[in-house]
């Protein structure tokens, strides 16, 4: 098993656990990017995207199969958690629901399904919610408030890698808060003729970067569909390094550790052309960000290398090559932290992340 070059935390590859099948129409260009998460009776459950033809993507559901073990080893197909059917889910070229996470909020007793849509005003983030996992209902796409002190409506922008906090935080205001990691992107070319940057106010970095959002609790809890909106927007983190020299967005939904919240990232590199679905000249990988408990503005570590690179021929030659790109974590009672990711926009694999005890002083 390979490892990617060393860094503090340290992925451990697991294999192939999905692919698609060729003789399936809606599989045609790929299965990648899942959620997961575990259903009421504590087995795993993942949620593909499902590509077909002229990039149209649904949400899978599929069991996770272990062996003796409990390494995860293959699926077993259920059908369809989301299809694209509403507006904000087509488009005039295709349709989409794609890249889903999943975090199971106890505070709530919800499990949510943040998405992307494929609408017409190109990727925006769409929630869902369902109390067993299996039934999922929409809410609609996540609403930004106006951001004074960005001079902002981040509503405008496309927006995507999207996923919430398992646990109740702290917003900027000391209240507890439902906390969300979105990417904004500040060109609004999807829908304005020739495309111009909206940048906001104060903010240099034009390059598309991790931003946090607030629900307040007390809210979302006297009704779920206050999660479609959102306040007290800072900005998380933006690229510093030379394999996130294009952008970065968020992974996979933040674990809990003695650390704090420990969360997946993804850097691209390379060269991205306005324009296509299916980018030829980048490379996707993975980092780690670290984030306090109670305060998960404050970040407390970032890994400087990528913890997981596509190294691995899976990883190399796809529908995208060059690309690993985690979504899914499921932390195990014994301390073990799975990780479900794309392969190259084709296929999905399997790592163990294994986190330190404690942080580099750096």
Request: aromatic share 10%; net charge negative; with cysteine.
């Amino acid at each position: 098993m390979k490892q990617a070059t060393y860094t503090p935390f340290q992925m451990e590859r697991l294999g192939t656990i999905m692919e698609g099948d060729a003789s399936n129409p809606d599989e045609v260009l790929g299965v990648l990017n899942p959620a997961c998460c575990r259903d009421r009776d504590g087995g795993l459950l993942l949620f593909p995207r499902v590509v077909a033809a002229q990039n149209y993507s649904r949400i899978g559901i599929a069991h996770v199969r272990f062996d003796a073990d409990g390494t995860p080893t293959g699926v077993d197909r259920l059908g369809y958690a989301l299809e694209p059917t509403e507006g904000y889910e087509r488009n005039a070229r295709t349709a989409g629901v794609e890249d889903a996470r999943i975090t199971y909020i106890d505070a709530i007793d919800l499990y949510v399904m943040a998405y992307v849509g494929y609408g017409p005003l190109g990727p925006r983030v769409a929630l869902a919610t369902s109390e067993d996992a299996y039934t999922w209902r929409r809410l609609g796409l996540a609403k930004f408030t106006y951001a004074a002190e960005y001079h902002t409506d981040f509503d405008l922008y496309v927006n995507k890698d999207a996923y919430l906090f398992p646990e109740p935080v702290h917003d900027p205001h000391g209240r507890p808060a439902l906390a969300m990691i979105h990417r904004p992107d500040y060109n609004v070319n999807w829908w304005s003729t020739g495309g111009f940057p909206v940048q906001p106010s104060g903010i240099e970095e034009t390059r598309p970067s991790i931003w946090i959002s607030y629900a307040p609790l007390d809210a979302v809890k006297a009704d779920p569909r206050n999660l479609c909106f959102w306040r007290d927007h800072q900005l998380l983190a933006t690229p510093l390094y030379p394999w996130e020299s294009l952008k970065i967005g968020g992974g996979a939904p933040p674990v809990l550790t003695p650390l704090g919240w420990v969360t997946i990232i993804h850097g691209v590199d390379g060269e991205i052309l306005q324009g296509v679905d299916h980018q030829p000249r980048v490379r996707y990988a993975a980092g780690v960000l670290v984030l306090d408990r109670d305060d998960p503005r404050k970040v407390l570590y970032r890994s400087r290398e990528p913890i997981l690179a596509p190294d691995t021929a899976e990883e190399q030659h796809g529908v995208v090559d060059n690309v690993v790109f985690p979504t899914a974590v499921d932390p195990r009672p014994d301390g073990r932290i799975d990780v479900f990711y794309g392969m190259a926009d084709a296929r999905i694999g399997v790592a163990r992340m294994l986190v330190p005890s404690t942080l580099p002083s750096e």
